[in-house]
Structures are given as C-alpha cells and as structure tokens.
C-alpha cells in the first residue's frame, strides 16, 4: 500500500520552516535552495557540473511551484509567502556568483567552456552554517519538515518512516555526513504522524497554502484581528453573569470614589475597562471619556486649560478637558457616566486631579468647589464613575500617589490559562496544541515575579505564530523584567523549548 506526507503534516512542515527562519533571523536562509539545488544536480567538493538559471528554475518547479495561480505560481516554505513567475527565489540570479563564489567563498565558478561550471569547496556545510547559525547554540535545520515540504508530493512504499524521509533526502541531495550534520538535525516521528494512504488533492494543498501565507504589506491592514478592540461602533458586550462586571456593580452598590483594574501586562484591563463602561451605559458612547495619563500629561490637560483665542485681550481662554466635558455630561443625564483613565499610575496623579482629588470621593460627591482656573463653582455628580486601568508592577514609574490610591476600589485581573487556551482555539489552534500552551502559560507565571497576561496570546493560531509572539513579545518582556535574573531567564528560555518539543511531538 501507497503512503504519502498528510496534509496536517505538509502544513506543520510550513510552519516549523518559517518558524526555524524567524528563529535563525538571517538572511542567507534565502539561500538554502540554490545550495539544495546544486546538491541534486551532482555539484560535490570532488565533482564540478554545469548549472545554468534554468536550472534553478527546474528545481523550484519541481519543489515549490503551485498550480493555479500564474502570476505567483511558487510558494516560499521559509517566508510562508508567494513568489512571481520571474522570481522563485529573491536572488535567483546572483546568489551563487555573488553570495556562493565571492562573499562567502564556499564555492568556485568555471566558465572557461562557455558554460557555467560549478564546484562546492571542501568547507562549504562549515561556510554555510556559520551564515545560517551565527549564534552559539543555533538550531539547525529539522531535516524531516525540509523533506516534508519537499515530498509532498511523492509516493513512499508501506512501511514508510521517519528515517525513510530523511534517507530519500540524503539521497536526492547527497553530501557527506559530516556536511549534513553542520546544517541538519534529524528528529524521528511516529510514521501516524506524518503518513497517510491517500495523497491529498493538489487543490487540498494549494488552498492550505494560501491559509497558511502570511499577508502582504499592501493587504496586511485589510485583514482584522480575530479579537478587537471596541470602538465607537462596538458590538460586543460582556455577559451580565461575568465576575469582574459583576465585582464592579457590586462596589457601585455600596458607594465607590473610583475604580481600578489592574494586573500584570496582557490581562486586558483596557479592554474589559471599555467592555464595562459600555455595559453600564447600555453602550451609550456619548456618556463614555476616555484619557491616557503620562508623564507630561498636566491638570491644564485634563480639567481646565488655555487654548488660544481672539476673542479676550490676553490671546487665550479657558476651555474644559475630558474632566470637565464628564461633568458637564453627568449633570445633564441621570443614567451612568464613566470617565475611562488609561494607566493612571503614569502621571502626577495629584496634580493632575488638583483640588478634585477630595471632591471625586464619594462621601464628597456634589459638594461644591471652585476650581483653579474657573470662576465658577461646580460638583462631581454621584452618577459619574471614575474607572482606571494600571500595571502596579511598572517600574519605571513612581508609586501612585497615596491619596489617590486610598480613594480608590481595587480589582485584580489576573492571567487566565482557560482565556489564553480560548483565544489560540478561536484563532484555529488545534485544542491538543492549545492545551499544551496553557500548560507552560500555567508555568510561566510561577517563573515571572508577577506573571504575564493571556492577551499576549490573541490571533496565534498556529506554532509558527506562537514562534512570532515568542521571540518579539514575550521574550523581550521576560529579558526586560529578569535583566539581573539570568538563571530564571535560562529557565524561562527552557521551558519554552520544552513546550516547543511537546507541540512538535503531540500527534
């Protein structure tokens, strides 16, 4: 019986190889097909052969080249992206002569016959490995998910494994074993893994591809989040059983000055900050403000300010902010206002609430008070609710100030595993990988001193996405908090090639 790569196995393959490439961060993967390339048309360090473009271009025909699109016919494994007819590889013309024979010296060029005529140096694997792995410890190439990629296409006999795919590519591109060892790994796999006994369709595979290519820049923005923020024509809404809100409208009950969610960084405190304001407003937007405090962010920014004007003798006249516009709205309507703060914990909140700092208190609401710009005397209505988000682990920023802090009603957001879990499945992560995610999320926050939050994992639908917020969110997040910690560093970079080796071998 006939065995042939899965389509799930095709699939993991594009993932892992653009994974591989966003880990290496180098260029020259670029070049690992013209290497491939050569190797299959004879070209060794004892063996010199002709090798002309045309060449290339069979190769990338047999290996990458998808039916049914003309004008982007080749498909880029290490890029998950499509490639024009003219150009299967980005340097399709000068790799070799330029990158091969001049820069790295790993090969030489003969064209004394007329003919373009190759031949690899004796170090060539030893060249290549120091382009592609410049980093101690580098990660070579998982000769099986090349091979997948590869073969997709191709028979293997009953019986087929693991070692048969790499041997089928130790043979189709023959180098010696010291040379294969400098550029790949080789990790066995169940043969249920990758095998199945009807090959898929080519319109099978050519529409997992297209699932699986990463958008273009001009189409990049075309394309929403799986999850979004609300904005002005918002829809979604938090359940009316949800324990936060629930939390919330328990405090308004009993009488609060304010609230404050927060949390470590990725718990959504933003996000559910809005999605409660537009629950207690029956998602009224007119009756929602909303501010970021920072560092330079002033009371004239936020109460009362100078805008200028032509209509006084001085140029200027006063105007009221977002603080003033709440107030004006509370005192017109009798249903809820909420005057939404970004991270108040990053401005000078003492002196950007100014003498409103006692009036906000509830047992001080509607009490009368002039303000420092203003002639005349106003209240903060009881119906205006103060609500806030701030990361209390931040440490590049002074302690929020202790009147304000004592004003105010606390709720903890922690990290959620069954939120993360929920997000990656919405987002197309199979619940096996999904579960093993939350698992090390679950790990991750007994190895950061505060933990990290379940947004980081939004829109990750596959490994290779995971690799993305991996290596360019979380990392430098955990490299920033544990800068003087390297052994929960190390720890923390282990755990994550632990979780790595689970997805690779869950079936």
């Known amino acids: ?15 892992r190889l653009a994974n591989w490439r966003g880990t290496v961060k180098q260029q020259s993967v670029a070049h690992i097909f013209p290497l491939l390339a050569l190797l299959e048309k004879g070209v060794s360090t004892t063996t010199a052969k002709v090798f002309e473009e045309s060449d290339d271009f069979a190769f990338f025909d047999r290996y990458c080249k998808v039916d049914g699109d003309a004008e982007k016919p080749y498909f880029d494994p290490f890029g998950r992206e499509f490639r024009i007819a003219s150009h299967p590889h980005s340097n399709i013309a000068t790799a070799r002569k330029n990158t091969f024979q001049n820069r790295w010296r790993a090969a030489v060029l003969n064209t004394d016959s007329g003919n373009s005529e190759w031949r690899l140096l004796d170090d060539f694997a030893e ?15 998982n000769v099986v998910d090349l091979a997948c990629w590869l073969f997709r296409h191709e028979e293997f006999p009953d019986g087929a494994s693991s070692d048969l795919l790499r041997e089928r590519f130790r043979q189709r591109f023959p180098m010696s074993d010291a ?138 006249e006063i105007t009221g902010k977002v603080f003033r516009k709440a107030l004006e709205k509370s005192s017109e309507t009798q249903g809820p206002v909420v005057l939404l703060i970004d991270e108040i914990n990053r401005g000078n909140t003492a ?31 009881k119906n205006l609710i103060v609500l806030a988000t701030m990361n209390p682990h931040d440490r590049s920023i002074t302690p929020l100030d202790m009147a304000l802090l004592r004003r105010f009603d606390h709720i903890e957001i922690p990290p959620s595993a069954e939120t993360a879990t929920n997000f990656l499945i919405e987002a197309g992560m199979s619940p ?45 997040f955990c490299e920033l908090i544990l800068e003087y910690e390297p052994q929960r560093l190390a720890d923390i970079k282990q755990s994550y090639a632990g979780l790595e080796r689970r997805i690779r071998e869950a079936v």
């Open 127 to 141: 060249i290549f490995a120091s382009k592609l792995l410049p980093r101690a410890g580098g990660t070579r190439i």
């Open 351 to 381: 002196k950007i609430f100014g003498e409103a700092l006692t009036y906000i208190e509830y047992g001080w609401r509607e009490v009368k008070f002039l303000p420092r710009l203003s002639k005349d005397e106003t209240s903060v209505p």
């Open 179 to 316: 040379d294969f060892d400098n550029l790949f790994t080789y990790q066995p796999e169940p043969s249920e893994n990758i095998f199945v006994s009807e090959a898929p369709t080519t319109l099978e595979v050519n529409q997992l591809l297209r699932s699986l290519a990463f958008a273009s820049a001009s189409t990049i923005s075309a394309q929403p989040p799986i999850v979004q923020q609300s904005d002005n024509n918002a829809q979604q809404r938090l359940p009316d059983d949800d324990p936060i809100l629930a939390e919330v409208k328990a405090l308004l009950r009993i009488g609060t000055s304010g609230i404050i969610l927060r949390g470590a960084p990725g718990t959504g405190k933003s996000w559910y900050a809005d999605q409660i304001a537009s629950a207690l407003t029956d998602g009224d937007r007119s009756r929602i403000f909303r501010v970021q405090f920072h560092p330079s962010f002033t009371y004239e920014d936020f109460f009362d300010g100078y805008r200028p004007s032509d209509k006084t003798n001085s140029g200027f």
């Open 432 to 476: 096996a990988h999904a579960a093993l995610v939350a698992d090390w999320f679950n790990t991750l926050q007994g190895l950061l001193p505060f933990g990290i939050g379940h947004t980081f994992f939004l829109n990750v639908s596959d490994e290779g996405q995971l690799g993305l917020v991996w290596r360019y969110r979380i990392l430098p």
């Open 1 to 15: 019986m006939a065995n042939f790569v899965s389509i799930d196995r095709i699939k993991n393959a594009v993932i």
